[in-house]
């Protein structure tokens, strides 16, 4: 079930990839010879509609958008209605579309999944969101979801306001018991002015477990936050700004990583996976199985993904064409096709290549 979830998900975001490129094409007066659902040998004819055959082809994934001329040898003229006809400003927008169309689309899942499931806030003081077991914290019953406002020792009060602040003072005081006061529970981004004291024993170096503090406690740095019905579309699109680009820099820092550790260390990054890899981590998170909602986050996700790579300057991934066309400012057509003619090889080459060690790799961990 997963691998056919992943598939009708990877097509979908494949089609309207192509669905970019299409209405670009039309709109740059390129006429489109062929828009494929799934990927040849053709299966059937469709229909045809202004002068495009929708088709319907015998490999379900994905799709295809074959503009008139874009196949043609670098010294063949360009006829009227040819890609390479266009103005290169216009060829750029057309091959940018549908990397524009994908991140678009991931940040309309993001905006939409926020919309209803609630718009993740930062929370400015130390809130206690975790209670470790058999810890400090825990046999005093410190409560969660409250504010941690101060601490006494010796019949000192020192106020905190920041973790960093919550984590100096423990640190300082390992050995000694002190008074914990902490707000009563909160509402949201509200905490009360009330506070309410616990005599709590800060354990040393020595007695606190690896993976734990002296206190015990965990803190909540994000909460989950429903405005006013009016305001969480518009605040969900904003978040999903947000979250796309910051994903999109991750993305742009792993694929740094990629390329470092191919060029000085000769080897794949381990986090690099192909579709086998990404099947099998979204079954392990159970995203698969945690209904629609993860299902169009992961779609998201993977939108933006497919959106950042398809524009890296790879010949012959779209940032690739990309490049090649501003080239066309300052040399002529007739040259620059020619050095990306050979280029593309290349390019088809080096990313075929990848995708089958990655894929060869990404079933070995299966059965390692």
Not at 158 to 168: A, L
């Amino acid at each position: 079930m997963a691998i056919v979830i992943f598939v009708l998900v990877l097509s979908f975001l494949v089609l309207i990839h192509e669905l970019g490129h299409f209405v670009a094409a039309r709109w740059a007066g390129i006429k489109v010879k062929e828009f494929g659902l799934g990927y040849p040998p053709r299966a059937k004819k469709l229909f045809t509609w202004s002068g495009t055959d929708f088709t319907f082809n015998w490999i379900p994934f994905g799709g295809f958008v074959q503009m008139d001329g874009e196949e043609s040898l670098p010294g063949d003229t360009p006829k009227q209605g040819e890609f390479y006809s266009a103005p290169a400003w216009k060829r750029m927008v057309v091959i940018l579309a549908g990397a524009t169309v994908n991140f678009v689309f991931g940040v309309a899942a993001f905006a939409l999944i926020f919309s209803f499931t609630g718009i993740p806030t930062e929370v400015s003081e130390p809130r206690i969101g975790y209670i470790s077991p058999d810890s400090p914290a825990a046999e005093v019953q410190l409560p969660t979801e409250v504010a941690l406002r101060s601490f006494e020792l010796d019949g000192e009060e020192t106020t905190v306001s920041t973790i960093e602040e919550v984590i100096g003072f423990v640190d300082e005081n390992q050995g000694q018991t002190v008074t914990v006061f902490v707000s009563e529970a909160c509402d949201g981004l509200t905490c009360p002015e009330a506070t309410v004291g616990y005599q709590v024993y800060l354990r040393t170096a020595a007695e606190t477990p690896a993976d734990e503090g002296s206190l015990g406690i965990g803190f909540q740095q994000y909460i989950i936050h429903f405005y006013p019905w009016y305001e969480m579309p518009v605040r969900g699109v904003a978040f999903g700004v947000v979250e796309a680009f910051g994903l999109g820099n991750e993305i742009l820092a792993a694929l740094g990583r990629l390329g470092t550790g191919l060029v000085q260390e000769r080897e794949l990054s381990q986090e690099l996976a192909g579709p086998v890899g990404i099947v099998h981590q979204a079954s392990t998170l159970g995203i698969f199985d945690g209904g629609l909602v993860m299902i169009i986050t992961f779609a998201g996700l993977l939108s933006i993904n497919l959106a950042i790579v398809n524009v890296l300057p790879i010949p012959p991934l779209d940032g690739g064409k990309a490049v090649f066309t501003l080239f066309e400012f300052a040399l002529s057509q007739t040259r620059i096709r020619k050095v990306e003619y050979w280029f593309n090889y290349g390019g088809w080459v080096f990313l075929m290549g990848l995708i089958l060690i990655i894929t060869a790799r990404d079933v070995m961990r299966l059965f390692t």
